[in-house]
């Protein structure tokens, strides 16, 4: 068996040194700001040991990889209610796209492109106060991570609202066909803020190990969701976690995954481990150019690869 650390240092140390790195989201000003050079890696094992390479500590914008936990809160909510309101079939468009809803009458693709994570928003947001929803998702990552300093990076949320055009069109569409029942305004301000939550690496590992454990964080033994349902959220993120991306995906790296225009990429080992990467340069379907490759290198070298 192959060394875990030793690995995922030798990983961390080659993809420092490529000079591909991708291009850095600049459609949300404040995300243009991230260095190109930064890459950090954390692979946390089924006995919890922990490894890590590179900028493993440094925080960055969760985005879309946020999408993961606001699905399991909305689950955990109404159950399989949830997908009346939200798909599961991957897009094969864009995580922006609105073609699509026109034709399905507002019912979005997959809980994980735009328009599917502002529906699953406005169902966390049902009955709430704004901050109260939000609050509801921040506590959860903060259990998960074990870490009660993740905060939300009010900077790029706020450069998000200013700039997020079209989601404001994706979720005025839907309200149109009653698919959102919250004020437009109320459940863009929580989906905008819970994609500005920044952890690192560490943290963001350390998060999504319940779903590598049969729905069990093993730090804690605290059951967060059932096997059935992990496994479930697993098959999301394998089919649709990158988008137009997830086919290429799954045929090179071969996990569940789920990326963020911010560059990182949670990535789980069903039985072995979560993974987190992290590269602000993205590819053209907008997942972490270096964070792929490095998923793909880590997989090859440890046998990971689900199938
Ligand atoms: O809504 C947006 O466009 C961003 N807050 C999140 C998009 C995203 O992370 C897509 N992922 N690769």
């Known amino acids: 068996m192959p060394d875990l650390a030793g690995v995922v240092r ?18 949300i000003p404040e995300l243009a700001r991230a260095d190109p ?3 950090g890696l954390a692979v946390i094992d089924a006995a919890g040991t922990v490894a890590v390479g590179g900028d493993a500590d440094v925080p960055f914008s969760i985005q879309s990889i946020s999408k993961v936990f606001t699905l399991t809160l909305a689950l955990g909510m109404i159950g399989d209610r949830l997908w009346r309101r939200v798909g599961r079939e991957p897009s094969g468009n864009p995580f922006n796209s609105i073609v699509q809803l026109e034709l399905e009458r507002g019912v979005p693709r997959n809980p994980f492109i735009n328009a599917g994570a502002i529906a699953v928003t406005d169902v966390i947001l049902s009955g709430h106060q704004p901050r109260e929803a939000l609050g509801e998702i921040l506590r959860f990552l903060q259990a998960l991570a074990q870490d009660p300093t993740i905060t939300i990076d009010e900077a790029v949320a706020a450069s998000e609202k200013r700039t997020g055009f079209r989601n404001v069109a994706l979720a005025n569409f839907m309200r149109s066909f009653g698919v959102l029942d919250n004020p437009v305004d109320y459940t863009l301000g929580v989906y905008f803020h819970h994609c500005a939550i920044a952890m690192s690496c560490r943290q963001l590992a350390t998060a999504g190990r319940f779903l590598a454990h049969s729905g069990r964080n093993p730090a804690t033994g605290y059951s967060v969701v059932s096997p059935e349902r ?7 993120m394998l089919t649709c976690g990158h988008y137009d991306g997830s086919g290429e995906f799954a045929y090179r ?11 990182g990429i949670l990535a789980i080992a069903p039985g072995k481990a979560s993974i987190a990467v992290w590269s602000p340069g993205l590819d053209a379907a907008g997942n972490s150019h270096l964070g792929r490759i490095a ?11 689900i199938f």
């Open 10 to 27: 030798a990983i961390a140390d080659e993809m420092r040194a490529r000079p591909d790195r991708g291009e850095v989201a600049r459609y």
């Open 253 to 263: 790296v071969g996990l569940p995954g789920k990326s963020g225009v911010g560059g």
């Open 230 to 236: 992990a496994r479930r959220i697993n098959a999301v």
């Open 295 to 305: 998923l793909e290198a880590l997989t090859k070298r440890l046998g990971w690869s």
């Open 37 to 39: 050079r930064a890459f």
